[in-house]
């Protein structure tokens, strides 16, 4: 049997990992983590999210476009009625609750157009369905991880919405252990990402199709690319090299509904909007035909040594330290250099890293983070209805960042005084709603925090007043918040 102090360190890696000890499972898990994470790597490969009513892209844009035809069909043929809908109120950032809003309640979506919301919901549920399954949690972390860091936003257009799911299943999840070269490729080309920076709207000045409608570039995807994506602001690029990936990808584009290139929805490469000529990225040119040419450039950001140190600076904020440990850094950006961005090589880089393992839990869960464990300790189920409500009143609801450049990863977004008062609101909630399920808060306190639990939690848990304050106490303490 594994000693008290083995067993307290992989309990921490459970936290630091993954999303904590969930209702029902064996306590071997705390002594095995470490090697449960390893194996999960070595599988290479995550489940997908299940019981959806399109399997991919091209069903969904289809479904999308005669969606639309037929609301537009409807309006011309009956002129509005005058009155108004009032807007969902929008989502709070990082923490905020707009004032007299219960973080417990489902947004009405009276003004959401139906397949587009419907599509949406069910993609949450499923996906948050698959993080409760998870035996550590470390794969759904990592799905986490680089669909923020590739992010799109469900509210900018009916296409964003209905697809955000689908982006994240087709162009993260089956590259969360793969090579980082083809989880960017994926990323960029998916017409979630085109339609979200504005590519489709790209025409190369001297293409066919810019020469006659005499529009230009749009350079928000290139844009994104190199500084959110691969280089990272201060790697080393200027404004031309945004300039020359923007003509780089002209001609990524999304097929219309009329099908011309392919499925409707798809990806797709239009030569007629495609810039001619071997413009020059980092000082390199460029020349190769179509889409090739973007490909090219995409492979060679991909292994860049900028890329390495930005994508390394990252993971280590994400899951050991706000102020990352610059030995570890290295360490992941020398592994991630020397296997061109084999991402299941960086993973267990980081693993076996000691350093990952003895840093102090400073890390405060983010709400999506919080939510997942708090549902995983009570054995909640994925209902979209007691999952969109809090994370919206927290500022985190699935795929709806302020900006391309996703979600803020620090304490300090999410420790502020408000987004505290949030939490601390959220956790009544799920107290009151659990309290008839749960027999005694103190042996699931016991049972879910194991060798963390400190004595000061276990004595506020033993004297709350009733069962809901017991287990809210228990999901705002600093064990269960600090990773």
């Known amino acids: 049997m594994a000693s008290p102090s083995v067993l307290r360190s992989e309990s921490v890696g459970l936290q630091r990992f993954g999303l904590g000890f969930g209702l029902g499972q064996t306590p071997e898990i705390r002594g095995t983590v470490r090697e449960r994470l390893l194996a999960e790597i070595a599988r290479r490969t995550l489940p997908q999210p299940s019981g959806l009513p399109y399997s991919g892209t091209a069903e969904i844009g289809a479904a999308l476009y005669a969606f639309e035809d037929a609301e537009r069909a409807a309006r011309e043929a009956k002129p509005p009625a005058g009155q108004q809908v009032a807007a969902a109120a929008p989502a709070a950032p990082n923490g905020q609750n707009p004032a007299g809003q219960n973080p417990m309640a489902q947004p009405k979506p009276a003004n959401e157009p139906a397949l587009p919301y419907r599509t949406y919901r069910d993609e949450v549920s499923a996906r948050v369905r698959l993080a409760l399954e998870a035996e550590t949690g470390f794969g759904e972390r990592l799905v986490q991880f680089w669909s923020n860091h590739f992010c799109i936003g469900a509210t900018k257009s009916n296409m964003t919405r209905i697809m955000a799911g689908a982006y994240e299943r087709e162009a993260i999840r089956p590259h969360v252990f793969g090579r980082f070269e083809d989880m960017l490729v994926a990323a960029e080309s998916h017409p979630a990402m085109l339609e979200f920076l504005d590519n489709r709207l790209s025409i190369g000045p001297s293409s066919p199709a810019g020469k006659r409608r005499g529009r230009g570039l749009n350079?928000?995807?290139?844009?994104?690319?190199?500084?959110?994506?691969?280089?990272?602001?201060?790697?080393?690029?200027?404004?031309?090299?945004?300039?020359?990936?923007?003509?780089?990808?002209?001609?990524?584009?999304?097929?219309g509904r009329e099908a011309v290139l392919g499925f409707p929805g798809s990806f797709a490469?239009?030569?007629?909007?495609?810039?001619?000529?071997?413009?020059?990225?980092?000082?390199?040119?460029?020349?190769?035909?179509?889409?090739?040419?973007?490909?090219?450039?995409?492979?060679?950001?991909?292994?860049?040594?900028?890329?390495?140190?930005?994508?390394?600076?990252?993971?280590?904020?994400h899951f050991v330290a706000d102020e990352p440990p610059p030995a570890l850094v290295r360490e992941l950006s020398a592994v991630f250099r020397k296997t061109e961005g084999d991402l299941a090589a960086v993973s267990r880089a980081l693993v076996e890293s000691d350093a990952a393992?003895?840093?102090?839990?400073?890390?405060?869960?983010?709400p999506q983070e919080f939510l997942l464990a708090a549902f995983r300790a009570l054995g909640r189920k994925a209902e979209f209805g007691q999952i969109v409500g809090p994370l919206n009143a927290m500022g985190q609801p699935f795929w709806q960042p302020a900006g391309p450049n996703g979600y803020p990863d620090g304490n300090e977004a999410w420790a502020s005084p408000e987004g505290i008062k949030t939490r601390i609101d959220v956790a009544a909630g799920w107290g009151r709603q659990a309290a008839a399920s749960v027999p005694d808060p103190r042996a699931l306190t016991d049972d879910i925090l194991g060798p963390l639990l400190s004595p000061e939690t276990r004595q506020a848990v033993a004297r709350a007043d009733s069962k809901p304050q017991a287990l809210a106490l228990m999901l705002l303490s600093p064990e269960f918040q600090r990773r």
């Open 269 to 317: 490469f239009n030569a007629g909007l495609h810039e001619p000529g071997a413009p020059e990225l980092l000082g390199k040119p460029y020349g190769q035909p179509g889409k090739e040419k973007g490909l090219a450039a995409l492979t060679d950001l991909a292994r860049h040594p900028a890329t390495a140190d930005f994508i390394a600076i990252k993971l280590v904020r």
């Open 357 to 366: 393992w003895s840093a102090e839990p400073t890390k405060i869960r983010t």
């Open 219 to 255: 350079e928000n995807l290139a844009r994104e690319i190199l500084e959110l994506h691969t280089l990272g602001v201060s790697g080393g690029y200027a404004q031309v090299d945004v300039t020359n990936l923007a003509r780089i990808i002209t001609g990524w584009t999304v097929v």
